[in-house]
């Protein structure tokens, strides 16, 4: 298939092939997003929840049932409910959380700002630390620090993360009280700076209020470090490996033999030559902590979208549940969209 | 090596900031501030006539008034006046006409009148929520409140079909469901003819001592005082409930004094909070009761004998003592202690050789049962603990594990063999929990009486129905404590359900904090008169 | 007797000739050579050293552990480590945590067995279809990948337990439904190399059907990349089992699963801290000692990645 591609494209206009390219990606963002709200109806209607028992608790009479159970449109077919939905979403309505009875836009507007600011934070950390230990590694392959980078990375591999937050917690916050415990911000902080990206760090920045940024910071500290970690494992791995690839390429040795310095040789040539493929890991393991870190908010009492999700699905709120999805699922799609395009644009290969 | 020291400064100097940004030493909450730690995850709703869960009447207490009300001082006083200044009984028992008290005023400045008492309780009857059946259970219905729930002047009169202990019924008004809602605010807000149930679930318009500022789910409940309050300006201004899941996070919070109360640390921590400093460690008696039950449907588990080994196979004791100690007190009856007719016998201790020779009078060798628990982590240990000891009478028990709502629905669908759950009363009135463990009028698969503790085992009751059903409508006090005394006798030797626990609420709190209470086995907490 | 020592230098010779007489000869030559080079790396043989002895510990739980995992003691909960005959304390219903380490290694084993058995089948099974046919089946096969690759993985593995309901089996197929559509990738990817080489050609030219092609000629050309992917990946499963473990979806009471009993202990993290520390430390431990060994046969099989 790809190769009648190229020949049809040499023949047309160069124009053209790009706006088919574009179309298609659309068409297929579209396909993959419908597959995903699909799959998640299914699941949410033959899990053995009952949403109507869900809503109205243990001690509803059955009348009081019953006119929930219509009220939710679960008298109808399967395919009209998930036609009704889709119409909905369509529309930007994801429809009102059972349990909470406010809109899921407005759930997912409050939680995924908390989960931003977290992801930001960590994959920021791992790549300040991930990167330059990669490089390091690469260049001095077989060293100590090699093997130290090696082994950090490995161990951040195979740490239970709800295990690691939870002795970070006792140690850090319970024991040293070095940093803030769980939720985003000390009682009295809250609801000090007004909410204008969802970010507190952002926000209380913007109001200048630095007391309420110091005490975000200590909250965040923790388990974005531990994120951070993660990230740092996969980033200095994965840049050690690009840089092994570049340094044993031809034109480093050219270059070390023309008598550059080795420092010219190493930032100037072979990373410059990693970076798409540097964004593109990035941007996996951006997208990965977007999805949320359930099991880090879970452990931090952070109100992400990945333990709303999480909570919802347990207590049966399938709008909230798919709400979630679609939005995580649509910001994976598009980071790895992105990180094509980056890929495409940039590495001088594909020209 | 000159980006690997650079890279070592960033990480020093991160901890650095790590260091200094920690709170420093020990903070104190404002003095005119209440901040409590709690779950609240089970907050859908601030409707006072949808409301149901235990955070809920939480809130529902401090912000609305009822018709009568417990003082939160003196819980055993029963219930007093509180809208209602005063009431009469007709003849006949069945029609009540209630005073309302003059000079109340609701938060919007709006005056609290007959026309919104009678709003209030016809509204919770034709929106038929949850706990609707709390009011309809004495004959109102959507299409006859025009008549049995009517205002007129400055008194409000119900009328029910049959003279029902008048107790009974001024107990249910305590209930959150009678909660006063202010009118003109509620239908102001009213959207596709809800009665303004939307807006009521995230905003409040009542009467009582605290105003709600805002729920966040998962997240809090701010409450703002109402200096207008009829007993007078409460002494917190504010009260926050934060939601925090774990208990160890609780008595960090509350040892480093970033909060004033804990409410669900767990024995270990309690122990530990214990020796803290500035915390007090404080027990209150709750209504919620902890039972099993076994489904009459199972061919072995309908046979007498069974039921009462099963019963011997438990070990009270040593739950008690260990991983439930302080937090659980044995208690082997279905009326809560405190309650009207509440007995204190509990004949029943682990007798693993007693329960082989029942089990062994029943033709029963061995069997599988499944149970089914909801995964908390204390009822999933109580599960484990029954299964060793089922176990050495030869009984397997399977347990399954699911979320609340997962159990709850094969529970109601009568599939589990057993169940392991809780229950808490409704309405501080007996006929509560009699009116769910030990009454079942239709006992087939058609009745639908999923509401009912005894149709869910699908257990008859063995006469127990009518002898309820005489209970509810005896106006005398003391004749009617005998008779649930009589009913609870037969209840504990016959019925398929083997209540264990009564629940003891300890609470950590920091040593300033005074006249704390939480609403004992009858109501909810009370913020007025907190000081600290 | 005597002569043992003569064969096995023969054996040592033959594996290591330059010059193999058989197809099976070659193979196995090539197979010791990987040994040894395994061999040499000494972080890959301690990984190999800590599941080997994993293995043992499941294979011989019952003769190990000092008590029955399950049996409760009310009175004696909570006791410290080094406490008299409990070597790592006990838990919340006084039952030895050595004991429930040790049979908890079996449950262990039992699911990364059966998840390192179903995802890559599953995704070598789709990955190669949808290579070798292309076209449409190929659009639509990679498109439900991709749906899938788009669910966040813990969200979709909850999902699936939760509508299923908790179990052990349950949460093994929860994490195989998650892991297979990376294996699915690089089956694809090999599968499309591999189809247009004239080897696979001449073989088509020969008459053979596309059932047999994919599954005698594609199918043990993808497996080495699919192994190494696998064994990186164990940690992964572990980690994902002791999550739905800690989250309460995994194996139920009384199993003494490692992620579950985490999750016990968490309550008592502040006073008795040991309870929740010890089965993370052995998580920990099995997982690294897989990532050791990926790492290790990762240098082996797959060397042009520059011995990451």
């Not at chain 2, 007093?80 to 000079?103: L, Y």
């Not at chain 2, 309690?270 to 008696?285: C, H, P, Y």
């Not at chain 2, 589990?416 to 808490?424: I, M, Q, S």
Request: glycine share 8%; aromatic share 10%.
């Amino acid at each position: 298939m790809a190769v009648t591609d190229t020949t049809e494209g040499r023949r047309r206009a160069p124009l053209v092939p790009w706006i088919k390219g574009a179309l298609l990606t659309l068409g297929s963002v579209a396909v993959t997003m419908l597959g995903l709200l699909f799959v998640t109806f299914i699941i949410g209607r033959v899990m053995p929840i009952d949403p109507v028992l869900a809503i109205v608790g243990e001690r509803a009479s059955q009348s009081t049932y019953d006119a929930v159970y219509q009220q939710l449109g679960l008298d109808k077919p399967l395919l009209v409910q998930f036609l009704y939905y889709l119409w909905d979403v369509v529309r930007g309505d994801f429809g009102m959380s059972l349990l909470n009875a406010r809109p899921v836009s407005e759930d997912i507007a409050r939680v995924f700002p908390a989960t931003l600011e977290l992801a930001t934070l960590g994959v920021f950390i791992g790549i300040v630390l991930g990167v330059p230990l990669g490089v390091i590694a690469a260049v001095r392959r077989g060293s100590w620090i090699d093997q130290i980078a090696r082994v950090v990375a490995l161990v951040g591999y195979s740490m239970p993360i709800f295990w690691l937050g939870l002795m970070g917690l006792l140690v850090f916050y319970g024991i040293l009280g070095w940093v803030g415990g769980p939720g985003r911000l000390d009682i009295f902080y809250q609801d000090i700076v007004p909410s204008r990206t969802g970010m507190i760090l952002v926000d209380s920045a913007i109001a200048g209020d630095w007391s309420v940024f110091r005490n975000a910071f200590s909250h965040i500290v923790l388990p974005a470090a531990l994120l951070g970690y993660y990230s740092l494992a996969y980033i200095s791995r994965m840049t050690r490996s690009f840089m092994l690839e570049q340094l044993s390429a031809e034109y480093v040795t050219t270059a070390r033999v023309k008598g550059m310095s080795e420092r010219a040789v190493i930032w100037r040539h072979a990373f410059r030559n990693i970076r798409v493929q540097l964004i593109t890991v990035i941007a996996l393991s951006y997208a990965n902590l977007l999805e949320g870190s359930v099991l880090t908010e879970i452990i931090f009492s952070w109100p992400g979208i990945g333990s709303y999700i999480t909570t919802a699905l347990l207590s049966a709120d399938m709008n909230a549940v798919l709400g979630g999805t679609v939005v995580v699922g649509l910001i994976f799609i598009c980071l790895n969209i992105l990180s094509d395009l980056l890929y495409r644009v940039f590495d001088p290969r594909s020209k | 090596m000159n980006a690997f020291n650079r890279l070592m400064t960033g990480a020093a100097l991160g901890l650095a900031l790590a260091v200094t940004s920690g709170p420093m030493g020990s903070a104190e909450t404002p003095a005119n501030m209440l901040v409590i730690a709690n779950r609240i995850d089970d907050i859908t709703t601030l409707d006072p006539a949808e409301s149901f869960e235990f955070a809920g009447s939480d809130v529902s207490r401090n912000v609305y008034q009822k018709l009568v009300n417990f003082d939160p001082m003196d819980l055993d006083a029963g219930y007093q006046p509180e809208v209602a200044e005063s009431w009469t009984v007709s003849d006949d028992g069945k029609t009540i006409t209630f005073t309302i008290r003059d000079g109340l005023t609701f938060h919007s400045g709006n005056p609290v009148t007959a026309a919104d008492v009678e709003f209030s309780l016809r509204r919770a009857v034709i929106l038929n929520k949850t706990p609707s059946f709390i009011l309809t259970q004495f004959g109102f219905t959507a299409d006859n409140v025009e008549q049995t729930i009517v205002a007129d002047g400055n008194t409000v009169t119900i009328t029910t079909d049959q003279p029902y202990a008048t107790s009974f019924v001024l107990n249910c008004l305590t209930a959150t469901i009678g909660g006063i809602v202010d009118m003109k605010t509620v239908m102001a807000n009213e959207a596709d003819g809800d009665m303004g149930n939307t807006w009521l679930k995230t905003n409040s318009a009542g009467s009582g001592a605290y105003k709600l500022v805002s729920w966040k789910p998962n997240e809090s409940v701010t409450l703002q005082s109402n200096p207008d309050f009829y007993l007078g300006a409460p002494a917190m201004e504010r009260v926050i409930v934060r939601h925090v899941q774990e208990s160890a996070s609780q008595r960090l919070l509350l040892e480093r004094g970033d909060i004033d109360m804990a409410r669900n640390l767990n024995p270990e921590d309690i122990a530990g909070a214990r020796g803290a400093d500035g915390v007090v460690i404080t027990d209150e008696l709750r209504g919620r009761l902890m039972y099993v039950s076994m489904n009459q449907k199972h061919p072995e588990l309908s046979k007498p004998e069974v039921r009462q080994a099963l019963k011997y196979l438990i070990d009270y004791e040593g739950m008690q003592n260990s991983f439930l100690n302080g937090q659980y007190v044995i208690h082997q009856n279905f009326l809560p202690r405190t309650f009207l007719g509440a007995v204190d016998e509990n004949p029943f201790s682990l007798n693993v050789e007693k329960a082989k020779e029942l089990l062994a009078a029943a033709g029963v060798e061995s069997m599988e049962l499944e149970v089914g628990v909801r995964e908390a982590q204390e009822r999933i240990e109580i599960a484990q603990t029954l299964q060793n000891t089922f176990a050495q009478a030869g009984i397997t028990l399977n347990i399954t594990v699911g979320t609340a709502k997962q159990i709850l629905a094969r529970y109601r669908a009568r599939e589990l063999d057993v169940y392991l759950g809780a229950w808490g009363p409704d309405y501080p009135d007996p006929h509560t929990n009699a009116g769910t463990f030990a009454y079942n009028p239709d006992n087939s698969d058609a009745a639908q009486a999923t509401g009912l503790l005894a149709w869910r085992n699908s257990w008859d009751t063995g006469g127990l129905t009518e002898k309820t059903a005489a209970a509810v409508v005896e106006n005398d006090r003391d004749k009617r404590s005998q008779m649930y005394a009589e009913i609870q006798a037969t209840f504990r030797e016959t019925a398929p359900f083997a209540v264990m626990f009564q629940k003891i609420e300890q609470t950590a709190q920091r040593d300033n904090v005074a006249n704390v209470n939480l609403g004992g086995a009858t109501t909810a907490v009370s913020y007025w008169p907190i000081t600290k | 007797m005597s002569d043992m020592t003569a064969p096995d230098l023969t054996w040592r010779a033959w594996l290591l000739t330059d010059a193999p007489t058989s197809r099976r000869h070659a193979q196995l030559a090539s197979f010791y050579q990987g040994w040894l080079s395994l061999r040499s790396n000494t972080m890959a043989m301690f990984g190999l050293g800590i599941l080997i002895f994993l293995l043992l510990v499941a294979l011989f739980a019952p003769f190990i552990a000092p008590y029955d995992p399950f049996v409760q003691s009310l009175g004696n909960r909570l006791q410290p480590m080094g406490a008299e005959g409990h070597l790592l304390g006990t838990d919340s219903l006084g039952r030895d945590i050595l004991s429930r380490l040790i049979y908890g290694s079996r449950i262990t084993l039992y699911i990364v067995a059966l998840v390192a058995l179903i995802a890559p089948v599953a995704g070598l099974l789709v990955g190669t279809v949808a290579g070798y046919a292309g076209g449409w089946t190929d659009t639509i096969l990679m498109r439900i990948t991709d749906i899938f690759l788009a669910f966040p993985r813990l969200v979709l593995a909850l999902a699936f337990v939760a509508a299923l309901g908790a179990g052990i089996e349950n949460a093994v197929l929860a994490i195989s439904l998650t892991a297979w559509p990376p294996y699915a990738r690089i089956a694809r990817a090999e599968t499309l190399t591999i189809r247009s080489s004239d080897y696979i050609s001449a073989i088509r030219l020969q008459g053979a059907g596309a059932l047999r092609i994919i599954t005698k000629h594609i199918w043990p050309l993808c497996i080495s990349s699919l192994i190494v992917r696998v064994t990186l990946d164990m940690a992964g499963i572990i980690l994902a089992a002791a999550g739905l473990g800690f989250l309460g979806l995994g194996a139920q009471p009384p199993s003494p699963e490692w992620g579950a009993m985490i999750s016990e202990g968490r309550r008592f993290i502040l006073d008795h801290w040991w309870v929740a520390t010890v089965p993370g430390l052995a998580i920990f431990t099995v997982s690294l000692a897989f990532n050791l060994l990926g790492d290790g046969l990762r240098d082996v099989l797959d060397p042009k990645d520059g011995g990451q």
